[in-house]
């Protein structure tokens, strides 16, 4: 199916909207759609060439990719700079990005238009992961030439398996400490053409592979747990609370016990939100059922009605 094509003032109104956003939050956002457009501090790109060079040059490390859908199907990614961005303020963006391009498309019905949950590192590198295996297939039934660059060396099957035995072995002992030798042993490789596998496929080196996969696991612990933080670190393989702490700070750009409390206040306020709601709209019900209230952004209602 071929991806949509917006018009000329679509994308206009898209990069007006997107400057409004960063005005308003200090995110710093581009867009980029699958026909080749790179819509950046309110200005539209349509060179092909030009926008996937411009690509190349950023840093995902501490960048939130939303994949962007229009009539079910997959048309871009907005990215936002993740720089000091709270998990609660990245909802936040999600949800004022799905308006922002709803009002862009209005003559799309609103259900057909999707902004997806951000994307996180370890979702990026499975990603990857699952395109160099494709590619491989691929290349098992085209000339190979046609598909790999020509200064990429190719990898042969074996390469690939114990690429493949490495992650398993990984994710399988995860909560264990993990070093190149070890896994290197288990996949029948030499510690440093695992490590340049791990270059060249994840686009990662191998201890901030293991690492990203422990701090993902650590931030479901510090949301929905009271296991105290040192317990979490040792159950995760970290000799030292410390180095734990020292790691996760490099991967969020926060401390665990900065992430369990934003994490932990965020879903007190959503509940006390709702209660709120739910008790406000049925005392409205109740009492005053022909009139029509409005619902403000503090999270009470009017004190009069409104047509």
Known sequence: MPFFSATAKNNHDLAHGLAQFTGLTQIKTLFY????VLIQDDTVATDVTTNQHQLTTLSLTTTALFPVGIDHCLWGVIL??????SAQQLRFAR???IDTLRQVFAEHANDTIQVWAALDSTQLN???HFYQLLVHANAATTTKSSLVPLN????????YRSMNQA????HDHIHQSLSLDEVAKVAYLSPSYLSRLFKKYLQTNFVSYVNTQKITLAQKQLATTLIPIHQIATQLGFSQTSYFTKVFKQTLGITPSQFRQQNRISQINQLVSQNTWAAESSHMAINHPTDHWVYTVSGRFTSTPTD
Request: charged share 10%.
């Open 33 to 36: 759609s699958f026909t080749g």
């Open 80 to 85: 936002c700079d993740t720089t000091n961005v």
């Open 95 to 97: 949800t004022y990005l």
């Open 126 to 128: 499975q990603i990857s």
């Open 152 to 159: 990429t060396p190719l990898i042969n099957d074996d390469a």
């Open 167 to 170: 992650l398993h072995f990984i």
